[in-house]
């Protein structure tokens, strides 16, 4: 089992950059790949981006290619978010699961509580 606590987001001007952290407690981290996901409200939860166990494979989703970056290091991961647009605003969720990466919410049996990111125009 794995417990997964993200750090708290905030509000930000567009342009602006902010680091989210997803802390895991139990000691089988490296087990897990980490998805983050995110729920704009009126909206369904969507895919954002995903590491694998390793650290080695990463996937994006389009919307945030190029402007986010997912990584991991001993028993956390992050998502930093640069030049972040009023259409990131959402909750901002991560998730992990047993075996290899998956952009499909689903598969994910662990979830955080989520944070909210408000980014202002």
């Known amino acids: 089992q794995v417990q997964l606590v993200e750090s708290v987001g905030g509000l930000v001007h567009a342009w602006d950059s902010l680091r989210l952290s997803c802390a895991a407690s139990?000691?089988?981290?490296?087990?897990?790949?980490m998805g983050w996901f995110r729920q704009a409200p009126g909206k369904e939860r969507e895919f954002v981006s995903t590491i694998s166990r390793s650290g080695g494979t990463t996937y994006y989703a389009d919307s945030v290619k190029g402007r986010f970056t997912i990584s991991r290091e001993n028993a956390a991961a992050y998502l930093q978010m640069n030049r972040l647009r009023p259409e990131d605003t959402a909750v901002y969720y991560c998730?992990?699961?047993?075996?290899?990466?998956?952009?499909?919410?689903?598969?994910?049996?662990?979830w955080g509580q989520g944070t909210q990111v408000t980014v202002s125009s």
């Open positions: 139990g000691r089988t981290f490296s087990s897990y790949s």
């Open positions: 998730a992990a699961r047993t075996g290899v990466t998956s952009t499909r919410g689903t598969d994910y049996d662990h």
